[in-house]
């Protein structure tokens, strides 16, 4: 993939953060609409690593009503336009919510070449 390596879920279904959320940092950013189009990934029970997931990354917390799976961190989200595994549509989609990335492993943001964080 030309992403590299990056996280997702059970499915292989991608998964994204929202610049500037990390750590409970603009956590009303993406309400309503926004989740819409970014349903978050939650979790029915404790969420659990496979492969080259870091399980002391790995966690939750109630947000949207439910457990929010995070990582490093980061609040985690899909896309709404993927639509099967492996698609990563929402790849450095910039909206009115904010710039969205997939995740690395390593629980940093995967950014376009020669862009920086925001």
């Known amino acids: 993939a030309p992403f ?5 879920d059970g499915n292989g279904r991608a998964l994204y953060i929202l610049e500037g959320q ?6 009303d950013r993406c309400m309503g609409e926004c989740l819409r189009g970014w349903p978050p990934f939650h979790s029915s029970g404790a969420p659990t690593a496979g492969g080259a997931v870091d399980p002391a990354r790995l966690a ?12 490093a ?3 985690l989200y899909y896309y709404h336009r993927d639509r099967a ?9 910039t909206d ?15 950014r376009p070449v020669g862009s920086t964080g925001y």
């Open 4 to 8: 590299g390596t990056y996280l997702v």
């Open 22 to 27: 990390r750590n409970h940092a603009g956590m």
């Open 60 to 71: 939750s917390m109630t947000m949207h009503g439910a457990p929010h799976v995070t990582y």
């Open 73 to 75: 961190g980061w609040p």
């Open 85 to 93: 595994p492996a698609a990563t549509t929402g790849q450095h989609v």
């Open 96 to 110: 009115r919510w904010g710039t969205w990335h997939l995740l690395s492993p390593n629980g940093e943001p995967i």
